[in-house]
């Protein structure tokens, strides 16, 4: 069991570039995640999705897109990279809210380290 | 709209010694529960404790322990016997009852001094 997964673990690009971060999840969750991290921040949710096919906006969503196209799959797109978005990226996991229960714990990758030059 | 405040942004202890990290958040709900995250160096993020705040018991994992005061809005971390691997960033976090979105503080940089 891998848990979450996030590939690359470190990225340097140039500004206007375009990439695509990739998480996996082994458990079958329905709920994925993209955050970022930035020094004296915390973590700021970017999108997020409740189900395969569904996306929708969190706190700082300007700059990326994202796609669910598989449960197991969550990517985060920059269509055009800017230095602005230098940060350390967290995809993150959980299952859904089920009659009974209240809320479902967040599993994390291990984050992708991105500089924009 | 929930935050989430931590008023420390670093701190060090001596090892053995017992640290307390402050967070307080601000919301208008009254069912929900509240996290600490520890974020080592290793950038993993890891769910040290939670606490439900229909429950009045402080929460507690081993070294670990909240102090949870609901209408203070208040909820500290106290670690106990502190070692060297305590070493980490700690996060406050809060989520509202049937939600799916975390709210996250900015964080405690807590340094264990040998």
């Known amino acids: 069991n891998a848990g979450v997964t996030q590939t690359p673990k470190f990225r340097v690009l140039k500004t206007g570039q375009s990439m695509t971060l990739l998480c996996a999840q082994d458990?079958?969750?329905?709920?994925m995640y993209w955050y970022r991290q930035d020094p004296g921040m915390g973590l700021r949710l970017i999108h997020y999705?409740?189900?395969?096919?569904?996306?929708a906006k969190g706190e700082v969503p300007d700059g990326y897109n994202v796609s669910r196209l598989k449960k197991q799959n969550f990517l985060l797109g920059l269509e055009s990279a800017a230095p602005s978005q230098t940060s350390v990226y967290f995809c993150?996991?959980?299952?859904?809210?089920?009659?009974?229960?209240?809320?479902?714990?967040?599993?994390f990758g291990p984050g992708t380290r991105l500089t924009v030059l | 709209a929930q935050t989430v405040t931590q008023s420390q942004p670093e701190m060090s202890v001596q090892e053995a010694e017992t640290v307390t990290l402050s967070c307080t958040y601000d919301?208008?709900?009254?069912?929900?529960?509240l996290f600490w995250y520890k974020q080592p160096p290793s950038r993993q993020m890891i769910l040290v404790i939670r606490?439900?705040?229909?429950?009045?018991q402080n929460a507690t994992e081993n070294r670990f322990s909240v102090n949870f005061q609901k209408a203070a809005k208040s909820f500290s971390l106290k670690i106990s016997d502190s070692q060297l691997g305590d070493t980490a960033m700690y996060f406050c976090?809060?989520?509202?009852?049937?939600?799916?979105?975390?709210?996250f503080g900015k964080g405690t940089r807590l340094h264990i001094l040998p």
């Open positions: 606490q439900e705040a229909y429950k009045q």
């Open positions: 458990m079958n969750h329905e709920y």
């Open positions: 976090a809060f989520i509202k009852n049937r939600d799916d979105k975390i709210i």
């Open positions: 993150a996991s959980s299952s859904a809210i089920m009659t009974g229960t209240s809320y479902n714990e967040q599993f």
């Open positions: 919301t208008s709900e009254s069912n929900y529960y």
């Open positions: 999705s409740v189900g395969e096919g569904t996306t």
